[in-house]
T-cell receptor, first 111, second 115 residues
Framework: QKEVEQDPGPLSVPEGAIVSLNCTYS??????FMWYRQYSRKGPELLMY????GNKEDGRFTAQVDKSSKYISLFIRDSQPSDSATYLC???????????FGEGTQLTVNP | EPEVTQTPSHQVTQMGQEVILRCVPI?????FYWYRQILGQKVEFLVS????????KSEIFDDQFSVERPDGSNFTLKIRSTKLEDSAMYFC?????????????FGPGTRLTVT
């Protein structure tokens, strides 16, 4: 079983839609959870960072962590064409330790 | 805004040659990392470096790989004898352990092509 699983998509939505991206993990030692955005042939860019169960909101983005179910989500409200990218979930056991990434979900927001 | 920089952006080398990939982390950061991403695959951790020594490494980071902080600003990854399967994007990242949580900021990557 993979430590982190993420549906690679691709996911295509119309502009303005609410997007839901998800990851599951198997290792309960993971305590810190991140979402990165990666444009084609660029480095991952940190979007959200959480370390407790519950929701964290930043503008149009909401990160949700459910440690009991080993499930994390990223919601994007009012999606824009500029949100088109690959979204990577990542997690670590301690703050600053190695990140374990999901496969990434390729998102396209159509005007 | 401070950012991690990497050079070169693209490196082409022949199998068996040595390559050095260079990174300049964010200036006040103290933790440094290398990750790689083979085309179409997930980002994978290689090594982390703190206080002038390796703090953690993956099974990928074998004797062919080494890291160094030769001065106060650069952080390098050396591959001694490149193989075809080393072809990938290599990302450097850095974080500041004085700012909890230690968010890792990534550079733009070096595309390594081994022929």
């Amino acid at each position: 079983q993979k430590e982190v699983e993420q549906d690679p998509g691709p996911l295509s939505v119309p502009e303005g839609a609410i997007v839901s991206l998800n990851c599951t993990y198997s290792n309960s030692a993971f305590q810190y959870f991140m979402w990165y955005r990666q444009y084609s042939r660029k480095g991952p860019e940190l979007l959200m960072y959480t370390y407790s169960s519950g929701n964290k909101e930043d503008g149009r983005f909401t990160a949700q962590v459910d440690k009991s179910s080993k499930y994390i989500s990223l919601f994007i409200r009012d999606s824009q064409p500029s949100d088109s990218a690959t979204y990577l979930c990542a997690m670590s056991k301690t703050s600053g330790s190695r990140l374990t990434f999901g496969e990434g979900t390729q998102l396209t927001v159509n005007p | 805004e401070p950012e991690v920089t990497q050079t070169p952006s693209h490196q082409v080398t022949q199998m068996g040659q040595e390559v050095i990939l260079r990174c300049v982390p964010i200036s006040n950061h103290l933790y440094f990392y290398w990750y790689r991403q083979i085309l179409g695959q997930k980002v994978e951790f290689l090594v982390s470096f703190y206080n002038n020594e390796i703090s953690e490494k993956s099974e990928i980071f074998d004797d062919q790989f080494s890291v160094e902080r030769p001065d106060g600003s650069n952080f390098t990854l050396k591959i001694r004898s490149t193989k075809l399967e080393d072809s990938a994007m290599y990302f450097c990242a850095s974080s500041d352990p004085r700012e909890f949580p230690y968010e890792q900021y990534f550079g733009p990557g070096t595309r390594l092509t081994v022929t």
